[in-house]
């Protein structure tokens, strides 16, 4: 009978259209069917073709003509990568949520000397303040988050970038894996050193990909340091990507399913794209707002003119269960995310990328309200 994806089959038990976590999305079904494929060597012409083809297609959605390095791993590892490829010796890590603090954390067990400059989770990075710090003269690197999964705030990397370029020293190191292909990006125009995103988030890939882009000179100061390690260095994956290739053997069958999206991605466009992610966040804000009007004490947890595209961050009213409005959001038959880290007990997340579309979010959104009111859950 074959395999239930190679069928179509949803064997999640969730219905196409109701799946809105902030990563791993839904996948388009004939993307997953392009993982059901014949084996090929990672050699091949075929593999080559792949890999040409993903790199062609992900150009665009970084702003780069710089070549797209492809890895078989979660984006964390590009993250470790970035830090011991472009991290001499003391970097100043930008934090207002988990993942800006992951990369502090990789930093440090890294190695390398490791300052915060830190605001409180949901807040945006002011790019005066980064200014202020970078001063100082004692910092060969910069991290941050573009889109922060774990607060749905949205940090203003390219005034941040322009900051750091006042600092020839300082290599701009961008994790931008809940952002890229539903938030503006770049690359070369904002002067970021090291890109890097995920396949399972607004790109809507199944998960296991990783995908990154380094200037020159971030590949230059990679070839100097003896510790960026060996599966994790960054001038192997340039010199494969320049020909097509990847430094070891990668995932073939989700690279086919990678090139295939990147096909439909080409023919939404990424102007269209950007668009449809921003008409999503706009109509979740404006129902949450609806609420909050309503008397309910429901609010998005990042503020106006700083919150993602992708991902919203939603604070439950006091004393409201997480976990009884997830299961209850289940319950309607949608799939939403309990708060990360600091933020767990009190909010949800909502998931609002990839291939959804605004009428998806109101449905999501009429689930949301429904459970909100439901008298026996208050």
Known sequence: MGHPLARGEVVSGVEPGRFFLPGPTEVHPDVLRAQVTAMFGHRSDEARTLVGGVDRGLRPIFGTAQP?????????????????????????????????????????????????????????????????????????????????????????????????SEHDDVMVLVDSVSGLGGAEMAV?????????????????????????????????????????????????????????????????????????????????????????????????????????????????????????PTVSCIRLPEGRSVEAFEAGMRRRGFVIAKGYGLLKEHTVRVGHMGEHTVEELEAVMDAFAEELRDPSQG
């Not at 011991?84 to 067990?109: D, K, T």
């Not at 882009?213 to 230059?220: N, Y």
Request: hydrophobic content about 45%; overall charge negative.
């Open 188 to 308: 070369d125009q904002w002067g970021i050193d090291l890109a890097l995103t995920g396949g399972q988030k607004a790109l809507a890939m199944p998960p296991g990909l990783a995908f990154a882009v380094a200037s020159e000179r971030f590949l230059e100061r990679a070839g100097t340091l003896p510790d960026r390690g060996f599966y994790l260095d960054f001038v192997r994956f340039a010199a494969g990507a320049r020909l097509s290739q990847t430094p070891t053997t990668p995932a073939v069958t989700l690279m086919a399913a990678a090139h295939l999206q990147l096909q439909r991605i080409a023919a939404e466009t990424v102007e269209g794209r950007l668009r449809r992610h921003g008409a999503m966040a706009e109509a979740c804000h404006r129902r949450v707002e609806a609420l909050a009007e309503e008397g309910f004490a429901v609010e998005v947890v990042a503020p106006p003119g700083g919150r993602s």
């Open 68 to 164: 797209v390095m492809i890895g078989t791993m979660s984006a964390t590892g590009f993250m470790e990568a970035a830090i011991r490829n472009g991290v001499r010796r003391r970097v100043l890590c930008l934090v207002n949520g988990a993942f800006s603090g992951r990369f502090a954390q990789i930093a440090r067990e890294s190695e390398r000397e490791v300052e915060t400059l830190e605001v409180p989770w949901g807040e945006t990075i002011d790019p005066e303040a980064v200014a202020d710090r970078l001063r100082s003269g004692r910092f060969d690197a910069l991290t941050m988050v573009h889109s922060e999964t774990s607060t749905g705030a949205l940090n203003p990397i390219a005034d941040i970038a322009a900051v750091a």
